[in-house]
């Protein structure tokens, strides 16, 4: 064999290996030297994944401690959009996934088509995943690439709809709310991010929110973690404990509902009544109906507030009609949502506002007030030296005007104004005789304070206004909820203002006269206020001239506070960060201001009336025990649409006398008749629940929301009627 | 035979004289020794560094591998004490166990409808591809050195083409092309050695060529597998961006690495896991990341040193069997080491061909301690 051929042939293949060293050679040369810079920026510019970490919102506890707002812990399964781009990937990847999350195959699908989806988070394909399965998932990352469990929050009332109205509930971030958000230094862009929308949710939102932290990974090709560059804990919310007694929310949602119910029966029904018309001729006041048919009354709405007059803290704030809060999370469509809460009527007319749910009418019912604000007229009167304690006037059922001269009178002005009528001799308005301030506003004399309205109408300035302002009367209560409406004090400006609106009639004139005046100081007509300015107004009565800040958050505590027995915190491992300190403004209130006009509620309750006649709530109160916490008030009948008597409104609003349990409570009953008959049993019941005399029910954890209702919120079971003994319709006096 | 090669004979204090200079165990190549030593024990390192992050216990790979070194040295030791000739005589049963093994296992990889490339017998995998390295270069050496000859005779060198091509379309079938490959850049190198015309030549290069091409539009080839071909002139295509990703975060270690490197255990690619199986498939990428340029070259030194010494092995053998033995090892290695760091850097399309003695992997281990104790066995015996 020729051995030369063969070293030569051996030759090729050392030149073939020389040459592809060479090869590598060249290209690593090219790449560690000339390269090496260009590819470091291109390392150091990685790509990265953010995962934004969710703090768990701070809860809301009762004044006991019952959690009326917590969250549940929510696991969601989430893949990376990376991972299934590709069809058969994601074939291959949702089969596998589909046994161990439960969910359809097709079902995947259509999320990943679904095109609502955020592109820059993982595609959630299964929420509420159980531990077990979350745990499984984890441990085969390799199986199940790009998949992760997000972990979340899902807000849940455990006591709805229980103060529904204070409690509030959560949303979306509006685009509206957008920037507002964003100034708080949250994070927009955050899919999913809920903010409260009303109530405590909403005024607190702040510090239930927490801060989210956030956890910077580098990712490789597959999107997986390859290791943290960064973290940033969240930090939780924190909690917040409500002046609310659930128990005795409970009580006055039931109370309210009930007595509502009540006085829609037929036997609360009223007559229309025979009235003598402009023109001298007896008629029908309802023209479309006979004189004497009976009309039943709506009642279709109603607030109640037990109110702390020494704290400002509201134990109870009930509205009617009430709503779930749970259904604004409760995975409804919209179109069963907007069949729930109707933006408007059936046939597209604007809603009727008696069936606004959403409406917490305590804080946003803007109301006349009827005689329950004579005390407020009263305070004005003798602060103003108008009235003396025994300054007396003989009512005589009628008071003309004097400021309007009687030629004017004749041309058709209203110069004449009357007490409700008295059945006794029918038709004719009420005769009190002889009255002071205290037996006015016992027996609850119109006339009496139409004078003293004339009386502050000839003065110059605005007193009366200036002293009702006083009490926070047509100014936020500045109370911890949103969405507060502030009333309306008479003024000439104000007047002005709804002329132009459209509101008064555009022949009125835009000043306000004698008549605007008088109906204030029995608070008709243009003055108007919500329930809770009301209480506000009563408690400074009480409290000897202390404006309270009404509050229903008591204290702030530190997050995470451990949980107590089944549907309570354990407070008393709670960390208080803030205990909310009663906000005062000062008002005077000498003794010789306040004692007639205390006196005169003492007396609407507890009689003796005048000249024959009782007082307005002597008779609903005649069985009120002597161990029941002494109370004064006033009742109010504010007169609604044609002063249709099915159209009369009933307030009423009381002190304890009892320093010990200081409490002030207001209700207000729409369309409901009578002060005496609406809404002071309402008040007079709940006073019994305060004093113990009538036990409460327990409050228990509520049942899931039934989302197959198609009510906002669930009817409540009746409270027991004894404690509104006497309202019935054939034995109360047609009185204010 | 036996392991007397191993055992020193009794000094009698005028040196070992009683011993022949042609004494097989006197004429052990230590160049190539110590440099497949270096080899393997960088080999470690490299896997050590590549791994460690991956499990909870960081010596996890590196234990596993320094285990396959030690069981590879064992095999390598017990070849070397065998003479080649003996392989020669036994070539025809070695070849036939070898394709039946192939013929099993493509069945069992219809059957499983995927990519089978290995039988699992209790904890260990056996990757058939790699006994037919073995197998069928020795095969075919023996095939050839039949002929005693200046230039391989036309049929020889058909006959020859069926010993490989076998073995090759049942690799192909498995699949795993990178392997195939292997066995046609011996098949090239031992033919050629042997005196193939290059027309010859030219026709293995056309069938190799039509073979891989079949598998592609066979759709024997997975779609990873395709996927990483497609990389390599299709890299602006969204739809390989994972693929894409591997490779240049392979090349981006590499060229960031510079000239000194990031050093021992530094390095973001290294350490994170942006290269999938850095340490099987890419073990140069984390070479060139921690030592840079000079690391690379030193590797590369040791590559070089040992085929020079096969190179030298092949020269030296007095009989075609070692010379065409040594042919087919040497273009094994050179083909296998180019196509590794090759596709490292981007200049070969991927395929999962091993770096040898540097890649972590029991099986390719084996082999390659295997291959060159057949070359040792030759250096040994040159003498005789």
Known sequence: MAADKRAARLGVLALVAALLFGVVGVRLWFLQTVQADSLQQTVDARKTKVVPLVPERGRIFDADGRIVAGNERVLTAAVDWDVISRDTDRAELFTRLSGWLEVPVDEMEARYDAGVYSRYLPLPLKEGVSEDVAIAIGERGEDFPGVSIVEGWRRVYPYAPLASHVVGYMGAITAEDQQHYQDLGYDTSVEGEKVGRSGVELSMEETLHGKWGQAVYEVDANNRIVREISFEAPVNGMDVQLSIDLDLQQYAERLLQTQLRLKRLPGFAVPNPEVEKPDGTRGPLDPTKAVGQRVPYKAPAGSVIVMNNQTGQISAMASYPTFDNRWFDSGVGSAKFDQIFPRQGPNGEELDPDLSALTNRAIQGQYNMGSSFKPFTAYAALATGRLGPNTTYNDQGTYKLTSIADDVCAQGVRCVFRNSTCPNPPGEPCRYGTVNVTTALAVSSDTFFYKLGEEFYNTPGTQLQDNVRLFGFGADTGIDLPFEFDGRVPTDELKAQLVEDSVLAQGETKNLQPGDLLQMAIGQGLMAATPLQLAVGYSALANGGHVMTPRVVQAIYAPETPDGLPGFADLTQATLVQSIAPITRDIPMSPELRDPIDAGLRRNILGPGTNDHSTTAEELFADYPAGAIPVAGKTGTAQGRGNYPWNDSSAFAAYSEDPEQPYTVVSYLEKSGFGSTGAAPVVKCMFLALSGITPLDPVVVSEPLDTTSEVPAESLPNVGTECMASTNAGTIRPQD | ?384
Not at chain 2, 109 to 136: C, D, H, M, N, Y
Not at chain 2, 168 to 181: E, H, K, N, R
Not at chain 2, 343 to 363: A, E, H, N, R
């Open chain 2, 1 to 384: 035979m036996g392991l007397s090669m191993l055992q020193r004979k009794p000094n009698s204090g005028l040196g070992n004289i009683r011993s022949s200079p042609a004494d097989p165990s006197r004429n052990i190549d230590w160049v190539l020794f110590l440099a497949q030593a270096a080899l393997t024990v960088a080999g470690c390192f490299v896997v050590f560094s590549a791994t460690r992050v991956r499990t909870a216990d960081p010596y996890t790979f590196v234990t596993r591998q320094v285990i396959f070194a030690i069981a590879a040295a064992v095999v390598m030791f017990v070849v070397m004490a065998i003479d080649y000739e003996w392989f020669k005589q036994h070539a025809r049963a070695l070849y036939v166990a070898t394709v039946v093994v192939l013929f099993a296992l493509a069945a069992y990889s219809l059957a499983a409808a995927g990519t089978v490339l290995a039988f699992e017998v209790g904890p260990i995998q056996v990757q058939p591809a790699e006994l037919a390295k073995f197998t069928t270069l020795i095969a075919l050496c023996a095939y050839l050195s039949e002929e005693r000859g200046d230039e391989v005779s036309y049929a020889r060198f058909l006959g020859g083409l069926m010993i490989v091509g076998l073995p090759m379309v049942l690799i192909v079938a498995q699949p795993d092309l990178g392997s195939a490959t292997v066995l046609i850049a011996m098949a090239m190198g031992v033919l050629l050695v042997a005196g193939a015309k290059a027309r010859y030549i030219l026709s293995i290069s056309v069938l190799s060529a039509l073979t891989l091409g079949a598998a592609f539009i066979g759709r024997l080839v997975n779609p990873y597998q395709l996927a990483r071909v497609r990389v390599f002139f299709d890299e602006n295509n969204p739809d390989l961006e994972k693929e894409v990703y591997q490779v240049t975060n392979a090349v981006r270690a590499v060229g960031t690495g510079g000239i000194f490197g990031k050093g021992w255990l530094q390095g973001p690619l290294t350490n994170g896991r942006d290269i999938p199986v850095i340490w099987a498939d890419f073990p140069f990428a984390a070479v060139g990341e921690q030592f840079g340029l000079v690391g690379c070259a030193a590797l590369l030194l040791l590559f070089v040193v040992i085929l020079v010494r096969i190179w030298r092995i092949a020269h030296l053998s007095r009989d075609l069997l070692g010379t065409y033995l040594c042919a087919g090892i040497f273009t094994m290695l050179l083909w296998q080491v180019f196509q590794n760091i090759g596709m490292t850097i981007k200049i070969m399309p991927v395929t999962g061909l091993p770096m040898p003695f540097i890649s972590y992997g029991g099986s390719s281990l084996i082999t390659w301690f295997a291959l060159l104790g057949v070359v040792q066995s030759v250096h040994m015996r040159r003498m005789r």
